[in-house]
């Protein structure tokens, strides 16, 4: 078990007939039938421990106190083995009569049968829970929820100081399920604060992906300042629902006029955001299915008009549209704007799964055009070409005109088989996006690491001013504290060399592979022998970068976490996100260069502060 108890609390269980005889002391089970069981727990403890088998079917569990269904979740609950256990929190229930009325899947074909699934012996009544970071693959500088499975980042906004990041969370178990907005803040982008969860399934369905502003003029009337968070109530259907918050995010109340738009086709991820050339307030709802995204306009975030869709027939069209964000920022950091639509695909990326395509264009407040090409196409274009960059939103009301985001660190194709247990999936470190012209005249997204993070570095392992690399190369150790995540920088000068090759290896010969191509203008990434690949067919590959260079010296940043390689090319105008599972850290880079020699200059490496 991953949660492990400090100390059991032990309470009398009653010898009634129909009672296991090994349940665990204040866990009393009846079983009713082939797919129904009882758990009544006694006594006060805080959490009830659910064993959870990951390869098996979800239990539908309802929790009923003093009588009453007080939440239904789904839970894997163990039939032959116990992967590991998940905490119900009973506290809210104390002095209350608690039981699980639990029905399970319909594998069953005897009560005795029934009787034989390992849940019901590994029940377990806990105070607390030990959530310590001792997972291999844990990141060490990443944002991750202690337990369970993460997704989308959504509902970011900053206010006071704080940088307040939502996210899909399942508290039951580490694959997608139950979901719930779960809640972190951070002064700093750095050190991530968790809290209580914000927002929970409630009658209208599970909470899906959304957005939060602040309501300065208290325009939807819940409060002047209050943080208003827009959500997909996810049942059988998609609607968007309101919840407000009085206390900066902690708590939210949802709205009971909930929803507040509602299709007769599945819509989801409502972005909303005040435009202050329009003084209204404007939300961007993906229209899944049909590959394109609603534009809608309120006066008070309750009533909204539908103005235009936007997408049809453009872009990557592949699979479904998902978490849109819509922002204007200036061009080459001069006083010319354009306007930016995210546009999250999946699957359909570059390549394969989950990927984030953009439109570069114009928006009046009411309609989205996107730029055309030389050839009056509008071009496809993306934010991140890695596998692992998905989801991906900014906070509203950054400070300084920042468009701060970050993204689900994973992919659809196989992020719930990742081999990680206690938690599923990270999320990128924070970037800021910014607006570049390319060569072909097109105006592209680039996107860096948010300025805080350097407050990661720790001491300078390697400070190099140059040096000349030809054929076999040069090797370089990394950093070997702290499972070797480090931070790495270099200017990569490719010579008359046809690719120059940065090649990060451990001892088992497990190797992640960058290779500059100049002619070519690209970066490409090769993680078909990074370490573990098999948990799915989809993760072996080889991922390339545009890198808008002309083919002359390229920056490299490049930050490795344990199980995952962020590598930024010329200043974030050509992006990687890769996770990678070695079984050991890579403790060596060897640098090479192929046809004629290269030189690599700035090489530094730092480690990264406990
Ligand atoms: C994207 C997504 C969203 C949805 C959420 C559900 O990854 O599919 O469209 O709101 O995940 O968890």
Known sequence: MN????????????????????AADGVRIEHLGTNNTLVRVDGDAHYLMLPVQESYDDATVNVVVDGKLERTIYVRLAKSKVDYAVPLDLSPYKGHEVVLN??????????????????????????????????KYRPAFHHTPIYGWMNDPNGMFYKDGEWHLYYQWNPYGSKWQNMTWGHSSSPDLVNWKHHPVAIEPNGLGSVFSGSSAIDTENSAGFGKDAVVSMYTSA????????????????????????????????????????????????????????HEMLIFTSPDMKEWTL?????????????????????ELPVDGTDRKKWVLLCNINPGGPFGGSGIQY???????????????????????????????????????????????????????????????????????????????????????????????SALRGPKIVDTKSFNVKGKGKTIALPTENDGVCEILMDVMPGKSDSVTLTFSNDSGEKSI??????????SFDRRESGIVDFSQDFPAVTVAPTFNGGHTLP??????????????NDGKGVMTNLVFPTTPYTKLTVSAEGAGAKIKNLKIYSIKN
């Not at 103005?307 to 819509?326: H, I, N, T, Y």
């Not at 996107?370 to 274009?381: C, S, W």
């Open 307 to 327: 103005q235009s869709s936007f997408g049809k027939g453009l872009g990557a069209q592949d699979g479904v549209w998902e978490c849109p964000d819509l922002f």
């Open 359 to 453: 439109f570069v264009g114009d928006f009046d407040g009411k309609t989205f055009t996107a730029d055309k090409d030389a050839d009056g196409n509008v071009p496809t274009k993306w934010l991140d070409y890695g596998k692992d960059n998905y989801a991906i939103v900014s906070w509203s009301d950054a400070p300084d005109n920042r468009r701060t985001t970050i993204g689900w660190m994973s992919n659809w194709q196989y992020a719930a088989e990742v081999p990680t247990k206690q938690f599923r999936s990270a999320n990128t470190l924070p970037r800021e996006i910014s607006l570049f012209t390319g060569n072909d005249g097109q105006i592209y997204a680039a996107s860096t690491p948010s300025p805080e993070l």
């Open 3 to 22: 949660l492990i108890s400090k100390f059991a609390v032990g309470l009398i269980a009653l010898p009634l007939l129909g009672f296991s005889a090994n």
């Open 235 to 290: 049942g059988v259907s998609q609607a968007q629902s309101l919840a407000y918050s009085l206390d900066n995010g902690e708590t939210f109340s949802i709205y009971p006029g909930n929803p507040v738009i509602t299709l007769e086709s599945e819509a989801r991820d409502p972005n909303m955001f005040w435009n202050s050339d329009t003084k209204e307030w404007t939300l961007v709802l993906a229209h899944a299915l049909d």
């Open 514 to 523: 960058l290779t500059y191509a100049p002619q070519q203008e690209t970066l």
């Open 102 to 135: 639990i029905v399970t899947s319909q594998n069953r074909s005897t009560v005795r049968e029934a009787k034989e699934d390992a849940c019901w012996s590994n029940f377990q009544l806990i105070d607390t829970i030990d959530v310590a970071n001792r997972e």
């Open 556 to 569: 490299l940043r490049i930050f490795i976490d344990r199980a995952s390689m962020e590598v930024f090319a």
